[in-house]
């Protein structure tokens, strides 16, 4: 028996890949907040993820990015797949923000023990969104859950960046939701690897499908990764059967030509790279007192008898002593 075995990380890592739904919420909760016992634990079940497909939901609020989710677990609980979802949205019937109609049928997937659904907030998530949704998704994917889900509203860098952080991204739009362009803005375009226009009930429908054709056309996209465009009527359950079908073959494809490999490396970097960041920044503010440093040096300012202060001086005086405590540390 190692040291590690003995310790309380072990054991929640034990109770989370036995499927215990509780012992899943409370790493999901170390996660969130950043507790270091994560990172601890990481290092136990890290070898024993990537069984999960994962895939990114995302695109304008009221696009219907939640019924859908909602109608895929369903389909894929038909199947007898598990679903982990990990809703990132303040406004999502999952953050019980409940829309009226779907009341019934998220109640029926909330007393599924095949089903696990996260809601998390978008502020004060610890060291950024995408470190703390991948981290959860990780934890789903040790639970066994054979689909894991991410849903963020495509509004901001870090949501998008969220969304990109998976096996497969969904890019759900509907008519009456502004038009491509404003999706371009967003950065929605370069994420797609499917495109979902759903609302298909609602005039506008075609419009928008030739819109995204025509863009797509005009880009010089290798033909294996021309984003598919389906319809769909997520509140009736038309086109689910067809998505999903489309969600699998994606999947497969890109598995047997080495795209999902390559994918999941890339996704490993930049979530490296995220982690690197977070405790670098840390790390800077953290030590020695450099926040404080920051307010001396700029106190003079607000009661006006200081002189002028440079931006990009200060922030070197507080690099170089950074730099000097850390070679002291080095040192001792
Ligand atoms: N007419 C129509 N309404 C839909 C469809 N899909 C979702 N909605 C409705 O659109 C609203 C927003 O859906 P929701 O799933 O919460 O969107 P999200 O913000 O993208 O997660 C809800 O009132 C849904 O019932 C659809 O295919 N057709
Ligand atoms: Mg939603």
Redesign the pocket.
């Known amino acids: 028996m190692t040291a590690l075995d003995k310790t309380k990380e072990a054991e929640l890592v034990a109770r989370v890949k036995a499927g215990e739904e509780v012992a899943c919420a409370r790493m999901m909760t170390w996660a969130e907040r950043g507790d270091p016992r994560f990172a601890v634990a990481y290092d136990a079940f890290h070898a024993d993820l990537g069984r999960a497909r994962r895939l990114g939901i995302t ?12 109608r895929l677990a369903l389909h894929w609980r038909g199947l007898d797949r598990t679903v982990g979802i990990v ?1 990132v ?1 303040p ?3 999952f953050t019980g923000g409940a ?1 009226l ?2 009341r019934v049928r998220m109640g029926e997937l909330s007393l599924d023990k095949g089903v696990f659904i996260r809601s998390m907030a978008t502020r004060g998530v610890f060291g950024g969104l995408a470190r703390a949704t991948d981290d959860i998704a990780d934890v789903l994917d040790l639970n066994g859950r054979d689909m894991v889900v991410v ?1 963020t ?1 495509g509004v901001g860098q870090s949501e998008v960046d969220v969304a990109k952080s998976s096996d497969l991204t969904l890019v ?1 739009l ?1 008519p009456g939701g502004g038009d491509t362009i404003q999706a371009m803005k967003a950065g929605l375009m370069e994420v797609a690897d499917i495109y979902v226009v ?5 005039p506008g429908v075609d419009r928008l499908v030739q819109q995204l054709t025509d863009i797509l056309d005009v880009r010089d996209i290798p033909l294996q990764d021309r984003p598919p465009i389906l319809t ?5 359950g ?1 086109g689910i059967v067809e998505l999903a079908g489309q969600i699998d073959a994606s999947l497969a494809e890109r598995e047997a030509d080495g795209r999902l490999a390559g994918r999941r490396g890339e996704n490993l970097r930049r979530r490296i790279r995220r982690i690197v960041d977070g405790r670098l920044r840390q790390d800077v503010w953290e030590l020695a007192g450099l926040s404080e440093r920051l307010d001396q040096g700029t106190a003079g300012l607000e009661s006006g008898t200081g002189a002028s202060v440079s931006a990009y001086g200060l922030a070197e005086e507080i690099l170089s002593d950074y730099r000097e405590r850390r070679h002291g540390e080095t040192q001792a």
């Open positions: 695109g304008p609020p009221g696009a219907g990015k939640s019924t859908l989710v909602e809703a949205d406004t999502s019937p829309l109609g779907d849903e509203v759900v509907h759903n609302k298909a009930d609602r769909t009527v997520a509140t009736e038309t």
